[in-house]
Each structure stands twice: as structure tokens, then as C-alpha cells.
């Protein structure tokens, strides 16, 4: 009588968790999407995977990265804690392989912003543009008094994965900057007070750029091994170069999450199986992690037959647009 008791309280107990976990799963998600079952061991430990293809990341409403093409890893920043996409500082995006453009324009802004965004950094008003194969770029230097000046650089990655600006030309209040430089006995470093900056160094004359540490959440980081400048775009690459993506038919744009752990609105998926799939891939897929949850609204979505979501989402400009008639 007594096994027949602790079997009935199993019973009821089972019965019990399995109802709270579709109580919670919100309305706007099929509810066989939620998750697989859970494992014996423990989910969190697992990491989870990413792929991207032909996406535009708005990291803010001026600055947007353009991922071509991207492998690697989506881990979380608190321990214990999976990522969820509704918090873009609990997560960061390890990059094993990919490459991934950045416009002139967005480039001045992030640099105006996030590296010389301080009232006291050295170097304002910068406005970066592309002259064949290198940089030109043209700003205010603060120095006692404000001096204009214009650099033209190559582009490359340095041994330990950052991007090397190495100046050919420059100019400062109309003066070639060598003659400033012996005529004050200054140097790069010393004239460019890097303390006031984030994600930027000089090594001897040249300045060293981290993206992982001057781009704002989420944190995206990995080694660049070669950048270029191609068109309107500073291209770096990452990892080993690889081919591009064969054509897809029809051709999709997307994010892939495979393994692991992870949170979006009230649910938590574990073994993650989820894609996040532009609904128009004529151009690339607008994706602004502050704003996830309106294009995941605009949308619809998915559950295939091992329990996987793919979730068809319109570009983010679309639907700010759609938000916007009366």
C-alpha cells in the first residue's frame, strides 16, 4: 500500500509540472514550441550555437552591422543563467568564422559616439569615408584650442585580431603632421590620449581599433584576420576565410540557434531548434535587438516535426513603417 502511495504522489506531481509549463507559454507562440524535454544533465552547460546569413544587425538606430555571413557560439554573460534575446546584455555572440561589413557612415557615428564620446576626448566631428583601398578621415583635434585635421590610412588586422589604421597621409590646420609633430616634439600616443577613449589604442603612429570593446550590446567579439575596405564598407573578416554560403533556392536570410539553452518572452527552450527567418530575403533581413518583440509580433511562426520554431519575421524598418500608418 505504501509503493502504491509514492507511485499516485509521482503520478500527481509529474502531472503538476506539466501543467505550469503550458500555462506559461504566451499566446502568440504554438505551444508544442516551447521546448524538448528537458535532459538528465544540465542544459545550461551546453552551449548554444549561432549561424547568420545576409543580416542587418541595428545595434542602435544609426549604427548597423552587416553580417554576410557568420558561425559561432551565443553565450551568456551571467553564469548559470541562459542568454534571452529580451535582455541584449545577457548575452554575447562568440565568432569563430564570418564576415561582416560596416558603412563609413555608421563607422563615424559609432566612432563619435562610443570611442570619442566623452566631452574631453581628444578627437571630435569625425567623418570617416573611402578613397580606393583606404580611409579618409577628417575631424577635430583637441589640443588647447580645436585644430581641424585629415588622415588618409590603409586597413589591416593586427596578430592579435584588431584593425591597424596606419596613416599615409595627414594633415592637421592645413600642416603636414610630421612638421607638427617635430615642431612640439609630440608623438601619436601623446597627442591622442587614448584614456579618454574606448576600444582604441597607438601603437608608434598608428591607432588600433577594438570592435569588441567600442561597439555597444550586444557584445559581439572574435579575431579578425583580415579587414579590406570594398565600396562604401570597412570589411573584416574573421577566422579562416571561407566561401561564401552556396545559393539557397529559394534564397533565405536568417539566424540559427542550435543547442543549449535559451530565453525569448515567457518561454525557455531547451535543445534549442530555432530559426529566425526574414519574410521578404529580396534584401537583407533589418534585425534591431531592442525591438525583437515587435518584429516577432508583425510575424508568424512555425513548429516542425522534432518540435524546432522557425519564426518568420518582417525587416525592422517594414515594421516600424506598418506602425507608423494611422
Do not use: W
Not at 504522489?9 to 505550469?20: K, M, N, P
Not at 590603409?154 to 603636414?176: C, E, F, N, W, Y
Not at 519574410?279 to 512555425?302: I, M, R
Amino acid at each position: 500500500m505504501r509503493q502504491t502511495l509514492l507511485l499516485a504522489i509521482s503520478v500527481l506531481l509529474a502531472s503538476c509540472r506539466s501543467g505550469s509549463y503550458q500555462a506559461a507559454a504566451p499566446s502568440h507562440l504554438p505551444e508544442q514550441s516551447a521546448a524538448s524535454p528537458v535532459e538528465s544533465h544540465d542544459p545550461a552547460a551546453v552551449e548554444t550555437s549561432i549561424e547568420m546569413v545576409n543580416v542587418n544587425i541595428h545595434l542602435d538606430s544609426e549604427l548597423i552591422l552587416h553580417i554576410r555571413h557568420l558561425a559561432g557560439k551565443f553565450l551568456s554573460t551571467n553564469k548559470g543563467q541562459p542568454p534571452t534575446l529580451d535582455d541584449k546584455l545577457s548575452y554575447l555572440v562568440a565568432i569563430d568564422s564570418g564576415e561582416v561589413g560596416v558603412s563609413m557612415a555608421s563607422m563615424s557615428h559609432a566612432m563619435n559616439t562610443y570611442v570619442f564620446g566623452e566631452p574631453d576626448a581628444p578627437l571630435k566631428n569625425l567623418q570617416l569615408s573611402s578613397e580606393g583601398s583606404q580611409i579618409r578621415q577628417k575631424g577635430t583635434l583637441k589640443k588647447g584650442i580645436a585644430i581641424p585635421f585629415e588622415m588618409v590610412g590603409t586597413v589591416s588586422a593586427t596578430a592579435d585580431g584588431k584593425i591597424r589604421i596606419h596613416p599615409t597621409q595627414m594633415k592637421a590646420a592645413h600642416l603636414p603632421v610630421k612638421g607638427l609633430f617635430k615642431l612640439f616634439g609630440l608623438d601619436m600616443a601623446r597627442l591622442i590620449n587614448t584614456r579618454k577613449t574606448k576600444g582604441v589604442s597607438v601603437d608608434d603612429n598608428d591607432i588600433i581599433l577594438d570592435p569588441a570593446l567600442m561597439l555597444p550590446p550586444p557584445q559581439m567579439r572574435g579575431r579578425i584576420t583580415a579587414v579590406r575596405v570594398q565600396g562604401d564598407e570597412i570589411v573584416q573578416t574573421f577566422g579562416k576565410p571561407t566561401r561564401n554560403p552556396a545559393p539557397q533556392h529559394p534564397p533565405s536570410n536568417y539566424m540559427a540557434y542550435r543547442g543549449g539553452v535559451l530565453r525569448f518572452g515567457r518561454l525557455t527552450m531547451t535543445n534549442v531548434d530555432m530559426q529566425l527567418i526574414d519574410a521578404d530575403p529580396a534584401d537583407p533581413f533589418e534585425f534591431f535587438p531592442d525591438h525583437y518583440n515587435d518584429q516577432l509580433v508583425a510575424g508568424y511562426s512555425k513548429t516542425t516535426a522534432s518540435g524546432g520554431l522557425r519564426v518568420y519575421m518582417p525587416d525592422y524598418n517594414k515594421t516600424l513603417k506598418a506602425s507608423l500608418v494611422p
